[in-house]
């Protein structure tokens, strides 16, 4: 039997609709008596508004290795109550951390790095985030049934180490670098058992990934030398196939380190640009009648280097990155559907010691369309930054006209290695921005109408990745 969020032995979706059919009886209830119905009414006091749930926050937290959560409430302030989640690990903090995660529909998973290549305790938590989401053709209406709580795990030496996780069509997919593979983990709500995973052979040594449509997946190796340099697995995802890649192309560059798809293309982040391929969904092609594109970024100037991204994020048709340091700081963007895949550049005011980090890109209630970038700090003592872009100033759709809309101020961040950046994530109402500032230990909440800050609010600790999940409350 699993553990996981329950109100008397039924998950937090069944529990939803008991209590919406206890509500609906209740309110069809007749008055105990006439005497009753019909007695005068005393007075009731006066109350205060309730506080509105605007979302649900996850977020980690470096300095305990763990993951935290609250429900942000707005009333006359800003409100937010950090806890833990009932079943979590209790982490190494001199050992382990937690890297990536990703929502769909009610399961979080976040992903568990250990520091001695994988052979403390690495692998991943599922939570059963607490909130249902009930559709209703333009808008739906969100549910908060219970508490937060894990549902599955998988600690132990044999996962490989991951750092990366992604999600495509509605399924995770877990990096297993040390194992030379990755972990497909598909989301069943009719089963007890949430998620179930299939180990699939593909990419090596600190993997980036890109699925499509249950059929592929191009897997990567991050070499920069020696035969495994600019090698990407394509690997059968079918549920007959030998989970062994059908073939491998070879970019020009090694050192990949970012993949994604888009309108049927794969595109990749080695050391030199931006190369792509046609997405072979039915693997009719080999390594040698695959065809690679690539797409130069430049050079910098000051080192003579061939500028490239890091990782991508992905807009209706576009595909979006940062690029570039101090002088050529720029955010990156590419029309996928187009012919010849053409890169637009939107320069961004970067000063000595900070640096652009991914952008992350929402549409707002209003209908605009955002990418948020964080100049993070990697020397000195100079104030860290967030860059706003306005992404289609016109509405016509083309990102093409892309510009900068505004830059704040921001909390501090406390950069190590890959850890303790800023971080954003945004309620799916496309009202807010919640900002995560790892230096200071705050959370900052941002007005996306306004692009301003309407609240900073002390948590404490280190907290850094953050996910929001669930809209205002239907009552």
């Known amino acids: ?50 506080a509105e749930r605007i979302t649900r926050l996850f977020w980690q937290d470096r300095t305990t290795a763990s993951l935290r959560w609250a429900d942000l409430k707005r009333g006359e302030e800003w409100h937010l109550e950090p806890a833990g989640i009932r079943g979590f690990p209790k982490l190494d903090v001199t050992k382990q951390d937690l890297v990536q995660m990703a929502v769909i529909d009610d399961m979080l998973l976040v992903g568990v790095r250990d520091e001695e290549d994988g052979q403390f305790q ?67 709500k009719e089963n007890e058992e949430r998620l179930t995973p299939r180990f699939f052979s593909g990419g090596g040594n600190h993997i980036t990934m890109a699925a499509i449509d249950g059929a592929v997946c191009y897997s990567t190796w991050i070499d920069g030398g020696g035969p495994n340099a600019g090698r990407v697995d394509v690997v059968d995802l079918r549920p007959e196939s030998s989970g062994e890649p059908a073939y491998r192309v070879t970019l020009p560059t090694g050192v990949i380190h970012g993949a994604t798809v888009n309108s049927g293309r794969v595109f990749f982040a080695p050391a030199d640009g931006i190369c792509w391929v046609d997405a072979d969904t039915e693997l009719a092609q080999s390594a040698d009648s695959a065809q690679v594109h690539q797409i130069s970024l430049g050079t910098d100037e000051e080192t003579g280097k061939a500028l490239r991204t890091g990782a991508f994020v992905n807009h209706r048709n576009w595909v979006l990155f940062s690029t570039g340091t101090a002088d050529s700081s720029a955010l990156g963007l590419m029309d996928a ?139």
Not at 26 to 44: I, V
Not at 137 to 166: C, F, M
């Open 1 to 50: 039997m699993r553990h996981g969020v329950w109100c008397g032995g039924l998950s937090a979706t069944a529990s939803l609709m008991l209590m919406m059919a206890a509500m609906l009886v209740g309110c069809s209830a007749e008055p105990q008596s006439r005497a009753d119905a019909g007695s005068a009414a005393k007075p009731e006091p006066a109350m205060e508004p309730a």
């Open 337 to 475: 559907k187009a012919p010849s895949p053409q890169v637009v550049t939107v320069p961004i005011d970067v000063k000595d010691g900070l640096s652009l980090v991914t952008p992350r890109v929402v549409r707002t209630r209003s209908g605009k369309r955002y990418a948020f970038l964080f100049q993070d700090r990697k020397e000195g003592d100079i104030q860290e930054k967030l860059t706003i872009v306005d992404l289609d100033p016109n509405g016509d759709r083309d990102f093409s006209d892309a510009s900068v809309a505004a830059t704040l101020p921001v909390g501090a961040s406390k950069v190590e290695g890959h850890f303790g950046h800023h971080a954003i994530s945004f309620d799916p109402d496309g009202r807010y921005g919640i900002v995560t500032n790892p230096g200071d230990g705050t959370i900052q909440v941002l007005s996306l109408n306004e692009l301003q800050f309407e609240a900073t609010l002390k948590v404490g600790g280190t907290p850094s990745a953050i996910v929001s999940t669930g809209g205002g409350a239907h009552h």
């Open 122 to 188: 690495s692998g991943w938590v599922a939570v059963e985030t607490g909130v249902v989401e009930m559709p209703h053709g333009d808008h739906s209406d969100w549910y908060y049934p219970s508490d937060p709580a894990v549902t599955q795990k998988q600690l132990d030496k044999n996962q490989g180490n991951p750092a990366h996780l992604y999600v495509y069509d509605d399924v995770y997919f877990l990096a297993n670098d040390r194992l030379n593979g990755f972990t497909r983990i598909s989301v069943d």
